[in-house]
């Protein structure tokens, strides 16, 4: 491997001047970045963390609107050692509060919109900042000689959604995140490729991307977070080449019909989709918008990395919804069902050590080296894997096991139907049932009966919704992914006040 530094994934033997970054934080104002200057950029961070005296191990947080100084501080702070710890800046106040905490931050560079998110007592250094104290007047280009990491040793810190409670801290190294990085940038990857990432960097999707994408001397548009119409914009002005995402922004993309007529996106020849479940009716759409789109689907978790199915092995073309086959088929195993489904475990070089100070959850997630990933998985007879849904969203109505994800998919091959989520509602006689909150494709939408009788004639007749809301979108949660929870929240609001749309 030529990498020994998660930060430093610069190959100096390549162009250095070519584009690396096209930061549209003001749109109006793009700025370009060649990858010498993000390289030159990244060593000022190291220099400046070394000058300072932060010893190796140092745990440094970015708190920021997706920008080039996110990247230079994310790769500079690796390189001189210290652990990298992008926050979600979409999480409460109190949460922030917790994490800094839990990670022992000492320090935090921040935009403008997030600087009074750093509580007192932790130094900060502002991207926005002018004066002597900022960014641009404390960070200067220069050289520097990265840190080798040890085997072992951290290179980033990064914390889990915590929706179900309080954030999890995920320690990953340098190593386990280099392996994964070389199983994503083989041969059939261009170096000329434009990459578009708007999905938050303190998340594992557009971080992995932005490091591979550096690893193959490509370039990004950079946008501070997404917004469909921003999005469809920057893909038809710079004419972008390729995209990683979350299958929710491409649903609302392909809403956009007279935003798309007017907006040629056709230069994406690559579509990579993961971190939330894909449904046939969503890529028939994207292909319907890109006809000449190759789509993948990606898998992995923060916990364990995202480098676990790959092409096949004997060339077998991957089929659509597949996630690949598994790069290594003896890190992979299914369990809790039968030798075809069940929840997969996996090991391999990229799974975390443990949890940040969380020995008992260490305990439940990992045993004898595997990490119990909580998605139940279905294989075929190729070889190749497919997501079912998550193990703990499955819920029991009158004796079935019901999987949210399949019904969801059942749905959205409704011709009237654009996007579907459904969601357990307590039921005193068969303890749960399901619930559906969907988004219709045309102005007056289906009746309640002709959603009930499409989805008893094409699945098991129980797992059909039995009380519908139809919405003009549904909400997200910080990462791209539907907020699950306050949907189950309204769905029991909706029952106590009758008020579901049938």
């Known amino acids: 491997m030529r990498w020994h530094n998660l930060g430093d994934l610069v190959d100096r033997e390549r162009d250095l001047d070519r584009e690396a970054i096209i930061d549209l934080v003001d749109r109006d104002h793009p700025k370009r970045y ?103 007047a404390l960070i200067k280009p220069g050289e520097f000689e990265s840190v080798k990491a040890a085997p072992d040793e951290i290179g980033q810190m990064l914390y889990t959604s915590g929706s179900t409670g309080r954030p999890k801290g995920v320690p990953l190294t340098h190593s386990g995140q280099l392996w994964a990085i070389a199983t994503r940038t083989g041969g059939a990857l261009s170096d000329d490729e434009r990459y578009v990432i708007a999905q938050p960097l303190f998340h594992m ?27 469809i914009e920057a893909i038809a002005t710079y004419q972008v080449s390729a995209a990683n995402a979350v299958p929710t922004m491409w649903a609302r993309v392909v809403k956009e019909h007279e935003l798309l007529a007017t907006h040629d996106i056709t230069s994406i020849r690559r579509l990579m989709l993961g971190s939330a479940p894909m449904t046939m009716a969503l890529w028939d759409k994207i292909q319907q918008a890109l006809p000449n ?115 969801e998919k059942l749905l959205e091959r409704h011709p009237q139907v654009q996007q579907a989520v459904v969601v357990p509602l307590p039921d005193e006689e068969r303890s749960q049932v399901p619930v559906a909150f969907i988004v219709s494709r045309a102005k007056a939408p289906p009746s309640f009966d002709e959603i009930r009788q499409f989805a008893i004639a094409n699945g098991p007749a129980y797992q059909h919704p039995r009380r519908i809301e139809f919405v003009h979108e549904l909400p997200w949660a910080g990462t791209n992914k539907i907020d699950r929870k306050s949907l189950i929240d309204r769905a029991r609001t909706l029952e106590a006040n009758r008020g579901w749309s049938a």
């Not at 320090?107 to 997030?114: K, N």
């Not at 069940?342 to 260490?362: D, F, I, K, S, W």
């Open 205 to 231: 999707n557009g971080l992995f991307a932005i490091k591979t994408i550096f690893a193959r001397n490509a370039s990004v548009v950079l946008l501070p977070s997404f917004e469909v119409r921003s999005y």
């Open 293 to 407: 789109v190759t789509i993948t689907l990606g898998y992995g978790t923060t916990e364990a990395g995202p480098a676990v199915f790959g092409p096949h092995p004997q060339g077998i073309p991957t089929p659509p919804m597949a996630l690949g086959y598994p790069i290594d088929p003896d890190s992979v195993q299914l369990v809790n069902g039968s030798d075809s489904e069940g929840v997969l475990l996996m090991r391999n070089p990229a799974l975390m050590p443990r949890y940040h100070n969380l020995p008992e959850q260490t305990a439940k997630a990992i045993s004898d080296g595997w990490y119990y990933s909580g998605d139940v998985m279905r294989r075929d007879a190729d070889g190749f894997y497919y997501f079912v849904g998550r193990a703990d969203d499955m819920f029991v109505c009158s004796g079935e096991n019901i999987y949210p994800g399949e019904v």
């Open 34 to 136: 060649s990858h010498r200057e993000i390289d030159r950029l990244a060593n000022g961070v190291a220099n400046y963390l070394t000058e300072q005296g932060y010893a190796r191990g140092s745990h440094i947080a970015i708190a920021s609107f997706n920008r080039a100084e996110y990247i230079v501080c994310y790769f500079g702070i690796m390189r001189a050692g210290c652990i990298a710890v992008p926050v979600n800046i979409k999480l409460p106040r109190d949460t922030i509060d917790y994490v800094m905490d839990d990670a022992r931050i000492e320090l935090a560079f921040v935009d403008a919109a997030h600087r009074p998110l750093v509580r007192a007592g932790i130094q900060v250094i502002d991207f926005d900042d002018v004066d002597d104290g900022g960014f641009a």
